[in-house]
C-alpha cells in the first residue's frame, strides 16, 4: 500500500483530528528514504520505479534504468510467477506510480503508451481514474480484447468479475471530502476503501494458489499536498488509514499475507505549529479542529468563489469553511483572479488559521514511515531506501526481476 505523498506529519495531523489512534498506529517498523538517481527530492515517477524494481532512476522515468532500457518490475515478476496481481487507485490508473509497477516509459507523460502496456500485461484487477485514456477507442477495444469486465459505475463494482478493469473519472477520482460531501454529484465513484474492499474479494473467490499480490494507493495525499490543502489532506489520509484498517481484518484472518504500507515521498512540507515572531498569537497554539467544519476540498470551493465578488464572495466562503475572514484574508480572496490562485488563497487562508504551515506546492526529501504486518515482515524494519522495498519483496517471494529485465532488453521506452 502507498500513500503517495503520506508524510509522518500528516499521519501525527490525521490521528489527531480523529481524535483516537490511526489503524496504522501499532504497525509502523521503521523509515524509507527516497531520493532518486538524479535529484535528492524525487517525483512520483522515480519512487514508484524505485519501489518497483529496485532500480533508482531519473525524474520522470517510469519502470526504466538511468539510461533508458527498461527495467523489470515486481508486478510483472510476480504475474509470471503465477500470481494473481491488481492495482487499486484514487489517480488515473495510468498515472506514476501504478504506471512505475506496470509499464516502461522514458517519460511519466507519455500516458497512452502506459495505459496500452498496462492492458496487456495480464492483471487481473485495475480500478481508479483514468478514462481520459482508457476510454479512447483503440484502448476501450484493447481491454475488451484482453477479456476485461469493463466497469464505470460504483453499483457494477460488487457483481464485476476478473479480469475487472473499473474505471469511474476522467481523469483522477473526487477529492474523498468532496465526494462526501456531494453524494449524489459523485454516487458513480466509489471510495479507496470500497475498490480496495472489493479487489480483495476477487482475489479470496479466485482461491489461486501461488497467491495475489494487490498495489493499492491513496494517489491524492500527493494532490492536496501539492494544493497546500489541509482539509483535502485529512480526508484522504483518514481514507487510507480505513483502507488498511479493512486489509488488516483480512491479512488477520487469512494469516499468510504479508502486509506493508509506505510513502513514496512526502508532499508540501506540511508543519504543524506555525509562527513567526512578530506573530501576538500563542506559539504554542495549533487549531485543527477548524478543517472540520470545511465543507468540501480548496479546489472545489474555489470554483463556487470564482464568479463571486465583494461581500458575497466573503460570506459565500464562510458558508464553505466556516472561517469569518479577517481583513488580510479578504485581500487573499479578492486578489484571487483564476482558478490556481482561488485554490492556493483558501488552502492558505486554511492553513493559516488552523496554525499549519508548508514548505513548499512541491515534493519533500523527509523520510517517510514503513508500516507493515505478516510474514518475514521484519525485513521492512529500521531504515532502508525505497528501492530496497523492491529487492526486499522480490527476494522474500523468490521473484525474478532479473529474468524480467533481461526479457525487456530490446524494449523501446519511447513511444
Ligand atoms: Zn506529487
Known amino acids: 500500500m502507498i500513500g ?28 524509507v528514504s527516497t531520493k532518486s538517481a538524479n535529484r ?21 522515468g517510469i519502470g526504466i534504468f538511468e539510461n533508458g532500457t527498461a527495467a523489470g518490475t515486481i508486478l510483472e515478476a510476480a504475474i509470471e510467477a503465477g500470481v494473481s496481481c491488481g492495482m487499486v487507485v484514487t489517480s488515473p490508473i495510468h498515472h506514476a506510480t501504478p504506471a512505475g509497477f506496470s509499464a516502461h516509459a522514458n517519460s ?50 460488487n457483481s464485476t468479475q476478473l479480469p475487472a478493469l473499473g474505471v469511474f473519472a476522467y481523469d483522477g477520482l473526487p477529492f474523498e471530502v468532496d465526494r462526501l460531501n456531494q453524494p449524489e454529484q459523485f454516487k458513480h465513484v466509489p471510495s479507496l476503501l470500497e475498490m480496495a474492499t472489493r479487489a ?53 484472518k487469512d494469516n499468510d499475507t504479508l502486509v506493508i504500507l509506505t510513502a513514496d515521498h512526502e508532499t508540501g512540507g506540511l508543519g504543524i505549529g506555525y509562527h513567526y515572531s512578530n506573530d501576538p498569537g500563542d ?35 464562510t458558508e464553505y469553511t466556516g472561517i469569518i475572514p479577517s481583513v488580510e484574508d479578504k485581500l487573499e480572496l479578492d486578489n484571487a483572479k483564476n482558478f490556481s490562485e482561488m485554490y492556493h488563497a483558501i488552502s492558505l487562508i486554511v492553513s493559516k488559521t488552523a496554525r499549519m504551515g508548508w514548505t513548499t506546492d512541491q515534493h519533500t526529501a523527509i523520510d517517510v514511515n514503513m508500516v507493515g504486518y505478516g510474514p518475514l515482515v521484519t525485513h521492512f524494519c529500521g531504515n532502508q531506501h525505497s528501492n530496497q522495498i523492491a529487492t526486499k ?14 526479457r525487456l532488453r530490446h524494449f523501446n521506452t519511447t513511444p
Open 200 to 252: 480483495l474479494e476477487l482475489f479470496k473467490e479466485e482461491d489461486n494458489e501461488k497467491g495475489f499480490f494487490l498495489l493499492i494507493e491513496g494517489s491524492e495525499i500527493d494532490w492536496a499536498g501539492h494544493n497546500n490543502d489541509p482539509v483535502a489532506m485529512y480526508y484522504e489520509s483518514l481514507q487510507l488509514d480505513q483502507t488498511f484498517e479493512m486489509v488488516m481484518e483480512f491479512a488477520k
Open 4 to 31: 503517495d505523498g503520506f508524510g509522518p506529519a500528516m499521519a501525527t495531523f490525521t490521528r489527531t483530528l480523529k481524535g483516537s489512534p490511526l489503524a496504522i498506529d501499532g504497525y509502523v517498523i521503521g523509515t
Open 40 to 60: 535528492l527530492i524525487t517525483d512520483s515517477a522515480a519512487a514508484a520505479t524505485a519501489m518497483a524494481t529496485g532500480v533508482l532512476t531519473k525524474n520522470r
Open 393 to 406: 519483496i522480490a527476494n522474500i517471494f523468490e521473484w525474478d526481476l532479473e529474468l524480467i529485465t533481461s
Open 108 to 157: 511519466r507523460y507519455s500516458e497512452d503508451f502506459i495505459t496500452k502496456q498496462q492492458l496487456q500485461k495480464g492483471i487481473k484487477v485495475m480500478f481508479g481514474g483514468g478514462a481520459n485514456y482508457y476510454n479512447l477507442p483503440d484502448n476501450r477495444l484493447l481491454a475488451e480484447e484482453m477479456g476485461y469486465h469493463i466497469i464505470n459505475d460504483t453499483s457494477q463494482l
Open 283 to 317: 506559539p504554542y497554539s495549533w487549531e485543527p479542529q477548524v478543517i472540520l467544519k470545511s465543507k468540501g476540498s480548496s479546489e472545489y470551493i474555489a470554483n463556487k468563489l470564482l464568479p463571486l465578488n465583494g461581500s458575497l464572495l466573503y460570506s459565500t466562503f
